[in-house]
């Protein structure tokens, strides 16, 4: 899962300065007179190896895998370290006594007691707390940090091409079958039927014929009385 590389920058920066200053101090600690068990500069024993470089180390690892993080699983780790090489500072010259049985397995703090608490406190104590806390918080930021959403690369599709006009032809015109005038028949009109003496006129009204009276006959064209 992605996360802001931003994220873990400031607790990694600082855990690699915490981390050099815990595996290089025994060796550069007595030129201003902060020294276990010697005044020499750059003195190197295999105790000092186990309890200072070491650990110094794995801080120094952490603090640049969380510069450098830019997902959860690698912040996770970082942090991890940081906190194993804090811790290993604060508990180991009490596991040291397991294998020396002397003042201490990189000798006893110098000077006064006030400067001898300073010593405890900056090579062993003090320096494996802060780092635990710094790696801690820098766990913490890392576990609750809200992931970063990343488009997933689309694979290239052919892109259609735009419909492009055609012209439309021209089409030839149908001849339209012209409709053929309808034959209506009408019915002869009173004139027509005036005209046409075979044709009776229906709307005329029927000629009335006289009966003859009871008196006289008729007899072909001479109408006479009895």
């Known amino acids: 899962m992605r996360i802001s590389r931003t994220t873990g920058a400031l607790s990694g920066f600082l855990l690699v300065i915490l981390g050099i ?15 276990f068990g010697t005044h020499a500069t750059w003195y190197y024993t295999a105790d000092r190896m186990y309890l200072d ?35 290993w500072f604060v508990v180991g010259p009490a ?5 020396e049985h002397s003042l201490g397995p990189i000798g006893g703090p110098m000077f006064g007691s006030t400067r001898q608490m300073l010593e405890l406190v900056g090579y062993f104590y003090g320096l494996g707390a802060l780092i635990v806390a710094l790696g801690a918080f820098a766990l913490g930021r890392v576990v609750t940090r809200q992931t970063l959403v990343v488009d997933e690369p689309v694979a290239d599709e052919p892109v259609a091409a735009p419909p492009v006009a055609v012209a439309a032809e021209p089409v030839a015109a149908e001849p339209v079958a012209q409709a053929q005038p309808r034959q209506v028949t009408s019915e002869p009109t009173r004139d027509e039927r005036a005209d046409d003496d075979s044709i009776p006129s229906v709307d005329a009204p029927p000629q009335r014929v006289d009966e003859p009276s009871r008196g006289q006959v008729t007899t072909g064209s001479v109408t006479g009385t009895l």
């Not at 120094?60 to 811790?87: E, K, M, N, Q």
Request: overall charge positive; aromatic content about 10%; glycine content about 20%.
């Open 21 to 35: 200053w815990g595996a290089i101090i025994p060796f550069i600690g007595p030129s201003f007179g902060y020294a």
């Open 53 to 87: 470089i070491l650990p110094g180390v794995a801080v120094i690892l952490g603090g640049l895998i969380l510069l450098r993080a830019g997902d959860r699983a690698s912040g996770v780790l970082g942090s991890w370290l940081a906190i194993a090489g804090g811790a």
């Open 95 to 99: 596991v040291s006594r397991l294998w």
